[in-house]
Each structure stands twice: as structure tokens, then as C-alpha cells.
């Protein structure tokens, strides 16, 4: 009896050795994976030398986004969550929710309709309906630039960037 | 006793004894040092060629994963156009990321700081030099700002990420 004990102690230690072991293995390798820009951020489907975004082990950095229907959403608001509504589709292709954002940069163009000076309050109103609610409470880290957009010239109000990490 | 079990290696006459303090205390051995390399920290001096700033790191890496400082070209007089410039700053990042041991094909992400609106092709056509052709595109953003450094000649500027693989 005193023997099978041992016995049993003897594959559970095998076990944790070789459990442990794999564990490490596959921590200290960082999987990259990149993510092809989706039709909604390359229209046109051009060859672009870049990605939507990149997988870094557990992180996902995600590039510049603009909201795809700039045209109909002209004033900050309708942009941010134009802008977030798509990264959300771009997050859930990747099996991650807008709660798992923690990283994010905000930047405002100027705005025409208010002599250029970029509208942060409704940035903040469309933020607000993804960040911080009663479904989903949490909230990432910021900052919030003005800046001139590169795609000012085709009516963008505001450009986010942003981190996301696996649970 | 031993003459039943005259066999017994040194594994074995160890598990024999073993109590379950001892499993806990490997556990903790095999596992402790992953959280810990986990977050290896590393600072890598800012290079010469981007000049004495004495409170920042060229690059800080943090386990696997190494953040680079905002770079410029490093002959700002030479180069006074942004397409050069452009060149001029990924061929000084690519010789900082071979020293340590990376490639340009490590990066994951880039934001390009450009100082004005006419600044986008060029940029464009020397970021292709070096990404155009290599199959590890990065994240990327573009911004146009006003630089710090726009007043010693500067067009644009990068901070990037890259990845031991």
C-alpha cells in the first residue's frame, strides 16, 4: 500500500517536471502573427507595406484606424464610434472583445466646424458607448493628441491606434 | 531492506522519500524563474549618431520585446528632404536593431512623426525601400506633427517596436 503511495508521488512529480518544462518552452518563444488590413481600411485593396495588426505573444498591436464611412459620419461623434465599431469587428476575428483594449491613442484633427479646434467632447461621446458602460466596464489607458491626419484631405476627424491583450 | 530492492537508482531513492513539501518546492523552482524572465528589463544606450540625451534610453527591452526611442536621421544637414531622411533614419534603426540582434523584419510596429503635409510621398517611397519587398509588414500609423527637432532640420520622425523572434 505504502509502495503504490510512493508510486503515485513518484508520476506526479514526473508530471510537474514535465509540465513545467513545456510551460517555459512556450512562454519564451513570442508567436508573431500579422494580420492583413481589412477591406473596410484599404478600399481600394492596394498593395499597402503594412498590417492591420500584429500578434506579439498574448499583445496585439493594432495600427492607425479610420473610420470606414467617413463620408456619411462627418463630425467627431459618428467618427470615434464608426472608428471603434470597426476595430470591434477586427478584435472579434481575433477572438478578443473592446474589454480587452488597454492601450489606446487618440488622435483629433482639426475640425472645420469649429475653426479647427478638434472636438473632444464628442470624441468622448463616442467613446463613452464603447468604454466604461454597464456591459462592458473596462477602461484603458489613453492619450489624445491633436494632430494633422494624413487623411484630413478625405474629410477624417479623428485616427485611433491601440494595444489589446489576451485574457 | 536493500536486499529487497537492491535496484533502487538515486531518482528513485529520492522520490522514495520525498513528501509533498518537496514537489511544492520544485514547483515553485521550474515556475518562479518563468514569471521572472518574464520581465527581464534591459535599457540600450542612446547611439551617438542620435545625440547626448541623459535621461533617455536609445531602447528598453522589456523580456522578448524591445521599445525604441523616437529616431531621426542622423546627417540632418545632408539629407534635407523627406524622402532621404527617411532612408537615412531606417538604415541608422536597422543598424540599432542589428545590434541587437534584430533584423527590420523584427518590427511589429511603427508611428511615423512627419513635420508637414507635403512629407507623405516621400516617406512613402523610403519606408518602401524597407518594407516593400519583405514579407513581415508591421502595424503602422502615420501623424503629421510639429517636431522637436524641426528646428535643427528634422522632417520626420519614428518610434518603433520590434521582437527577438
Do not use: C
Amino acid at each position: 500500500m505504502r509502495r503504490n503511495g510512493r508510486g503515485a508521488m513518484a508520476t506526479i512529480a514526473m508530471m510537474v517536471l514535465v509540465s513545467a518544462s513545456l510551460v517555459s518552452r512556450t512562454a519564451s518563444a513570442q508567436h508573431i502573427k500579422r494580420i492583413p488590413l481589412p477591406p473596410s481600411q484599404n478600399p481600394t485593396n492596394a498593395d499597402l507595406p503594412i498590417a492591420a495588426a500584429v500578434w506579439v505573444g498574448n499583445t496585439l498591436y493594432v495600427s492607425g484606424w479610420l473610420d470606414p464611412d467617413m463620408k456619411a459620419d462627418s463630425d467627431t461623434k459618428s467618427q470615434t464610434a464608426g472608428i471603434l465599431k470597426d476595430i470591434q469587428k477586427l478584435l472579434e476575428s481575433q477572438k478578443l472583445t473592446m474589454g480587452d483594449v488597454v492601450n489606446m491613442h487618440v488622435y483629433l484633427g482639426t475640425n472645420p466646424a469649429t475653426d479647427g479646434k478638434p472636438d473632444f467632447s464628442g470624441m468622448m461621446a463616442g467613446y463613452t458607448q464603447f468604454f466604461g458602460t454597464k456591459d462592458q466596464p473596462n477602461k484603458p489607458s489613453r492619450t489624445t493628441l491633436q494632430v494633422v491626419l494624413p487623411a484630413a484631405a478625405r474629410g477624417a476627424l479623428v485616427e485611433i491606434d491601440l494595444v489589446a491583450a489576451r485574457p | 531492506m536493500w536486499l529487497v530492492r537492491p535496484f533502487l537508482t538515486p531518482f528513485e531513492f529520492y522520490i522514495d522519500r520525498m513528501r509533498p513539501e518537496h514537489l511544492l518546492l520544485v514547483a515553485v523552482m521550474l515556475i518562479g524563474p518563468l514569471t521572472a524572465s518574464a520581465q527581464a528589463r534591459k535599457q540600450v544606450p542612446l547611439p551617438q549618431a542620435q545625440g547626448i540625451l541623459p535621461d533617455v534610453s536609445g531602447a528598453v527591452w522589456a523580456g522578448n520585446i524591445l521599445f525604441v526611442s523616437g529616431w531621426l536621421d542622423p546627417d540632418l544637414k545632408t539629407d534635407t528632404d523627406v524622402q532621404s531622411q527617411t532612408v537615412g533614419v531606417f538604415k541608422d534603426l536597422k543598424k540599432f536593431l542589428e545590434s541587437e540582434k534584430l533584423t527590420l523584419g523584427d518590427v511589429v510596429m511603427i508611428h511615423a512623426y512627419i513635420g508637414s503635409e507635403a512629407g507623405y510621398e516621400g516617406y512613402r517611397a523610403g519606408y518602401a525601400q524597407f518594407f516593400g519587398n519583405q514579407p513581415n509588414k508591421p502595424a503602422h500609423t502615420t501623424l503629421q506633427v510639429v517636431l522637436p527637432a524641426a528646428r535643427r532640420g528634422a522632417l520626420l520622425e519614428i518610434d518603433l517596436i520590434a521582437v527577438r523572434p
